[in-house]
């Protein structure tokens, strides 16, 4: 896989977008606070998109994205507060093997170069995307998702689990036959469901002829004893 749409984002690897107008590649997290209460931001490419998927059921699978960062230390990465402005070394990578994060945690950017500054050749700017038919929301992500370790959740379907959920919560396979027996019986509920519903309704446009009837009747009956 080499392409992936998720959070208002299209995401390349870096081969994929190499020599194209767009680049898709560039990618940053957010990491833990540091001494001074900012919050660390790592900038990177991506090099591998991965579908992990798990055996059994209910099926279930989880995308990361394998990643080459640069360096977040203040020798990698500069970030002028006062202009809003960062930098990242592209020369400099980051030493820990920490390469893969969740897809849903990923936001993306691209690196602009300087064409006049020589002083600058090493150097990129970092410039933000905005997500595609999203709302931004800040300080959405409070968990230092690259420092600590990875946790794959189980993303399992509320109303599913509740159905499904054991008194000790314990959840059994079922089988597919099994899953169509359940789905047949569903089906006959709901025909009995709709036969019950038309056969009172009948019911009900019978009881109201009855009641016109003797309504007749009895004007009938005032109409002979007048005359």
Known sequence: MN?????????????????????????????????????????????????????????????????????PSHRGTKVDHQHNIIEVKHTRKYRSYDPFIIAQHAKQVYYASYPLRRDKVDWWVVIKSKPVGRIEIDNVLDVAYQNDIAIVQQQVDVELETTLQHPQHILEEVSDDEILNVEEEISENEKMNHLMTKNGTIMKMKQLRRKNGRMMELKQARRNSVE
Do not use: A, H, M
């Open 3 to 71: 392409k992936y749409c998720i959070n208002g984002f299209k995401f390349q690897t870096e081969e994929v977008s190499r020599n194209k107008k767009t680049n898709n590649s560039g990618v940053y997290i957010q990491g833990d606070v540091d001494g001074t209460g900012q919050t660390i931001e790592y900038y990177g490419v991506i090099q591998e998109i991965i579908e992990v998927r798990y055996s059994g059921w209910p099926n279930k699978k989880i995308v990361l994205f394998r990643c080459e960062w640069f360096d």
